[in-house]
C-alpha cells in the first residue's frame, strides 16, 4: 500500500469502519512511513477538535462566532475573525457550513498531493533493508538496460557507467501513485544509491514536482538521512536517491542515458 492509497482511506482507518485486511494494511504502512503517521495524527486531532467544540452549546451569538474563530485558529488555516453579532438560525447554518469548509482545507493543505521524492526515498529504503526484493540481479549496465526495456512502455535508456560513479547491481519495477516506475539499485564511493525512471508525462500526478521543475534543471531534496535530485530528461523523469552528499547524486543523475554516445547497444 502507498501513501496515496493509506490516506484515501483516512475515515474508514478513523472510523474502524473498513474490513480487518485494509486495517491492517495501513496500520503496516504507518509502521514503515513517519510522514503518513504524522498525516493520520493531525487529520484525528482536527476532528477531535471539530467534535468537540460542537458538543458545546453556544450562550450566544458571538460565542458561536468566538468558537468558529477558535477552531480555525487552532487548526492553523487563518487568524481569527472579527466577531460579529448573527442572530437565530443564521448564526447556526454559517458555524455548520464553516465548519464543512475547514475540514475540506484542512484535507487540502495536509499534503494530499503525492510527493515523487518522498515515495521513491520509501522505495529506495525498502529495496535496500529488502522489503522490495531486486527483481533482476546484474552489474552489467547493458543487461539491466535490456531487461528494463522489456517491462515498461515508456523511454528506458542504459543507466550510468561505472567510471561515472555509479556501479549497477540490479533492478526492477515498481508503482509510484498509481504510476509505473523502473528503478537501479547499486552504490556510489560504496554509499548505496537508487535511480528511479518514470516516463514524463507521470508528473502529472506530482503537481508540486511538475511546477518546480518548470523553474529548474534540478531539484534537490531530503528525506530523512537521504538526499535526492531529480531532473526531466527527454521522455523522462529521473530521481537519483541515496545516503551521500548531492553533488555525487547529481554526478549519476547528468551521466543518465549517455553510455550510447560512447558504447552502441547490444543488437544495435
Known amino acids: 500500500m502507498n501513501c496515496n492509497e493509506a490516506r484515501r482511506h483516512w475515515d474508514l482507518y478513523h472510523d474502524s469502519e473498513g474490513d480487518s485486511e485494509l486495517y491492517l494494511q495501513i496500520n503496516e504502512h504507518l509502521g514503515e512511513c513517519p510522514a503518513c503517521a504524522e498525516w493520520f495524527h493531525k487529520q484525528s486531532r482536527a476532528e477531535e477538535l471539530i467534535c468537540e467544540r460542537l458538543k458545546e452549546t453556544p450562550a450566544s451569538a458571538e460565542s458561536s462566532s468566538a468558537m468558529w474563530n477558535s477552531i480555525l485558529t487552532q487548526a492553523g488555516l487563518q487568524r481569527p475573525a472579527t466577531p460579529r453579532k448573527w442572530l437565530g438560525l443564521w448564526s447556526l447554518l454559517v458555524l455548520a457550513a464553516g465548519l464543512l469548509i475547514a475540514v475540506g482545507l484542512l484535507q487540502f493543505t495536509s499534503g494530499s498531493d503525492p510527493d515523487l521524492a518522498e515515495l521513491t526515498a520509501q522505495w529506495h529504503a525498502g529495496v535496500r533493508s529488502g522489503r522490495h526484493p531486486i527483481e533482476f540481479a546484474s552489474r552489467s549496465d547493458l543487461d539491466v538496460e535490456a531487461w528494463l526495456r522489456q517491462r515498461v512502455t515508456f523511454p528506458v535508456r542504459c543507466p550510468p557507467r561505472s567510471d561515472t560513479g555509479f ?42 514536482q511538475q511546477i518546480a521543475l518548470r523553474d529548474k534543471a534540478a531539484l ?49
Do not use: C, M
Open 167 to 208: 556501479q549497477v547491481e540490479g533492478a526492477g519495477i515498481s508503482k509510484l501513485a498509481d504510476r509505473d516506475a523502473a528503478w537501479l539499485t547499486g552504490s556510489v564511493d560504496g554509499r548505496d544509491v537508487s535511480i528511479f525512471i518514470l516516463a514524463r508525462d507521470s508528473l502529472e500526478q506530482f503537481p508540486d
Open 220 to 268: 534537490q531534496s531530503r528525506h530523512g538521512r537521504l538526499e535526492s535530485v531529480a531532473a526531466a530528461i527527454n521522455g523522462n523523469v529521473v530521481l537519483v536517491v541515496g545516503e551521500t552528499d548531492t553533488d555525487r547524486l547529481t554526478r549519476v543523475l547528468n551521466a543518465y542515458g549517455t553510455y550510447h554516445e560512447h558504447h552502441p547497444r547490444r543488437g544495435a
